[in-house]
């Protein structure tokens, strides 16, 4: 069995990656021949009575998987990487090949852009926020606003002939987002560059957040404005397991938390009475093939506590100590497969789990960013597309934020060897190079948050 997910690999990864094959060769087989162990136990059936859920599920995010242990984990997620071997020969690139550096500061700035916590924002700061998001929706090649010209990407919707759609700033997130899993592993984007299940998952989307920010400041004229995050700890307000956020929504802004009881269940609220409308979606089994690209007009969808198969509520302050002693960044093989009772800070944080959390979160994914994932359900669970709710953009600013404060620490340690890469320790310098679908970047460019401008009104205790 392994050997075949390895021909697969091996296909996939093809002979514009023999060299970086070469370079990594021992991590990356090991990973996948582990891979082979889990597929053979063959749990994916075993799903039971709750297999809709399961379903979508299996096509989530984060790659999270329904039952079982670590092993079956492991190789459900190869497996689906395997389903996809040779099967995309020609995605398209939302992107803009060499477009300027959005958000990037020409000259260190006078003063830094300050990401405050959503649930310290007055009402009316919210709503102005809400109010960026719908502004990027307007901003289309026809509208003549300010950055109208990078709304000219190619749309999934177009190529794949399923009925175009007017692309907007807003929309090229949700593109590239989903982009960037139907690419994974392919000659264009190999292991050491996606953006999820990889060590470029920080940097990619702390370069997505920050020129979304600068593409909302210039859509409201305010070159200064500062995204919020969303503190997962909020959440707790509301009880130790809790079914609800209320510090996150509100009708006059982001809008309702949707219902359990419907698993399309519409926003409702400021967001979608001022016109928010998901334009380009993905849905189905597959999240690494253009097949379950869909595109059609409709509301956000969210089932904020509805997900039964994780501990109930975004990550905890508890699970957020966790990340704290996790001393080095990144470990081979560097991918979404590995487990180990080292596992890296990244690995860690983007919710692939140690073993020792096995018994409260069964599945890799439903921890840390995964997991905060689940808890707000719909499209930001069960979709690549999961941008399409602007609940997507807050979530990651907390991932963002927990990044810095471990990066702070691993400076101020004084360590030299944790020095390394600005504070980054074990980072693969050999892949600290570009971005997917932004060329542009290197992720080493992201890795010094107050460089790029902006800072954090607090970061989280340490334990
Ligand atoms: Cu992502």
Same mark, same amino acid.
Request: charged share 20%; glycine share 10%; net charge neutral.
């Given at each position: 069995m392994s050997a075949t997910i390895e021909e697969h690999i091996k296909m996939r990864i093809s002979h514009g990656f023999r060299v970086l094959v070469g370079v990594v060769g021992v991590g990356l087989f090991a990973g996948h021949a582990a891979c082979g162990d889990g597929t053979s136990a063959g749990t994916d059936a075993s799903t039971g009575a709750d297999a809709n859920t399961s379903t979508d599920a299996n096509m989530s995010?984060?790659?999270?998987?329904?039952?079982?242990?670590?092993?079956?984990?492991?190789?459900?997620?190869?497996?689906?990487?395997?389903?996809?071997?040779?099967?995309?020969?020609?995605?398209?690139? =939302? &992107?803009? @090949?060499? !477009?300027?550096?959005?958000? *990037?500061?020409?000259?260190?700035?006078?003063?830094?852009?300050? #990401?405050?916590?959503?649930?310290?924002?007055?009402?009316?700061?919210?709503?102005?926020v809400v109010d960026a998001f719908i502004a990027l929706k307007r901003v289309t090649t026809?509208?003549?606003? =300010? &950055?109208? @010209?990078? !709304?000219?990407?190619?749309? *999934?919707?177009?190529?794949?002939?399923?009925g175009g759609?007017? #692309?907007?700033?807003?929309?090229?997130?949700?593109?590239?987002?989903?982009?960037?899993?139907?690419?994974?592993?392919?000659?264009?984007?190999?292991?050491?560059?996606?953006?999820?299940?990889?060590?470029?998952?920080? !940097?990619?989307?702390?370069?997505?957040?920050?020129?979304?920010?600068?593409?909302?400041?210039?859509?409201?004229?305010?070159?200064?404005?500062?995204?919020?995050y969303w503190d997962w700890t909020d959440c707790y307000k509301d009880g130790p397991s809790p079914k609800t956020c209320t510090a996150l929504f509100g009708s006059g802004h982001l809008g309702s938390p949707g219902s359990c009881d419907d698993a399309t269940s519409s926003v409702t609220g400021y967001l979608t009475d001022q016109g928010f409308m998901v334009n380009v979606a993905q849905e189905g089994r597959d999240p690494f093939s253009t097949a379950g690209v869909k595109c059609a007009k409709r509301p956000v969808r969210r089932n904020v506590g509805c997900s039964t198969d994780i501990p109930a509520g975004p990550p905890d302050s508890a699970a957020i100590n966790g990340i704290f002693s996790r001393a080095v960044y990144d470990s081979a093989p560097y991918d979404g497969c590995?487990?180990?009772?080292?596992?890296?800070?990244?690995?860690?944080?983007?919710?692939?789990?140690?073993?020792?959390?096995?018994?409260?979160?069964?599945?890799?994914?439903?921890?840390?960013?995964?997991?905060?994932?689940?808890?707000?359900?719909?499209?930001?669970?069960?979709?690549?597309?999961?941008?399409?709710?602007?609940?997507?953009?807050?979530?990651?600013?907390?991932?963002?934020?927990?990044?810095a404060a471990w990066q702070e620490d691993n400076i101020k340690s004084g360590d030299p060897k944790r020095m390394v890469d600005s504070g980054n320790p074990g980072y693969p310098k050999d892949y600290a190079g570009p971005l997917f679908n932004f060329s542009e970047v290197k992720a080493s460019d992201v890795f010094d948050l107050k460089a790029l401008g902006y800072e954090y009104d607090t970061l989280p205790a340490r334990p």
């Open positions: 995010d984060m790659g999270h998987m329904p039952d079982g242990t670590v092993n079956s984990q492991h190789g459900q997620i190869c497996k689906m990487l395997e389903s996809t071997a040779g099967k995309n020969p020609g995605y398209v690139i =939302p &992107g803009v @090949a060499g !477009a300027p550096r959005w958000g *990037f500061p020409t000259a260190p700035p006078a003063t830094r852009r300050v #990401r405050k916590s959503w649930s310290t924002l007055a009402e009316a700061e919210k709503k102005r026809k509208s003549g606003d =300010p &950055g109208s @010209a990078r !709304a000219g990407y190619k749309s *999934f919707c177009d190529e794949l002939g399923l759609y007017e #692309r907007n700033l807003y929309d090229f997130y949700v593109e590239a987002h989903v982009n960037a899993y139907i690419a994974m592993m392919t000659p264009q984007q190999g292991m050491m560059q996606m953006p999820h299940k990889g060590p470029h998952f920080l !940097a990619w989307h702390r370069y997505l957040l920050l020129r979304l920010e600068a593409d909302m400041g210039e859509a409201i004229g305010d070159r200064n404005f500062a995204l919020p590995y487990t180990d009772d080292a596992v890296s800070f990244r690995q860690y944080l983007e919710g692939f789990n140690d073993k020792d959390l096995v018994p409260i979160c069964v599945a890799a994914g439903c921890g840390m960013h995964g997991r905060a994932h689940f808890f707000i359900g719909g499209d930001v669970q069960k979709s690549t597309a999961a941008p399409n709710d602007p609940i997507f953009f807050l979530l990651h600013g907390e991932v963002d934020r927990l990044w």
